[in-house]
C-alpha cells in the first residue's frame, strides 16, 4: 500500500506541477505573440483588459512557475516531500476558504466553491495516507 500510495502521490505531484508550470508560462508570455489568440483573448477576458489586472494575473504566473517547479522538484525527491505536502494541504485549507468566504462577506454555495476544493480533499486524503503508511517506526527514526 506504501508504494502505491507514493505512486499517485508523486503523479499528482507532477501533474500539479505540469499544470502550474503550463499556466504561469501562458500568462506571463501574455505580451509576446507566441500564444494563439484564442488564449491570449481568453485570458483577457477574465482580466476585463484591465492593465493592473492583467499585471496581477502575469505576477501570479510567476509565482505558479515557483509553485510548478517546487512540485516537479518533490516528485523527483518524494522522500523529502512530507512537510513541502502538509504545506500544500494548508495553503489550499485557505484557497477553500477564501472560494467559500468571500471578501464581500457572503458565503458562497455555488458548485465552483465544491470544485475549488477537490484539490484540498485529495492531497488532504493523500498526506493522511502517507501518516498512516509511515507508522510510529518511520517517526521514530525521523526524531
Known sequence: MQRAVEIVTR??????????????????????????????DSIFEMGHGDPFTMHLIQ????LWVLVG???VWFARHYEHSLKFHWAVV????????VHWFTAFG??????????????L????V????RLRESGPQTQAARG
Open 121 to 124: 480533499f485529495v492531497y488532504l
Open 106 to 119: 457572503t458565503f458562497e454555495h455555488e458548485p465552483r466553491a465544491v470544485i475549488n476544493a477537490i484539490p
Open 90 to 97: 494548508f495553503f489550499l485549507v485557505l484557497d477553500a476558504w
Open 59 to 62: 505576477e501570479t504566473g510567476t
Open 126 to 129: 493523500l498526506g493522511l495516507l
Open 11 to 40: 503523479g499528482v505531484y507532477a501533474l500539479s506541477g505540469a499544470t502550474l508550470l503550463t499556466m504561469g508560462f501562458t500568462v506571463i508570455a501574455l505580451g509576446t505573440g507566441v500564444l494563439p489568440e484564442w488564449v491570449h
Open 69 to 71: 517547479m517546487l512540485f
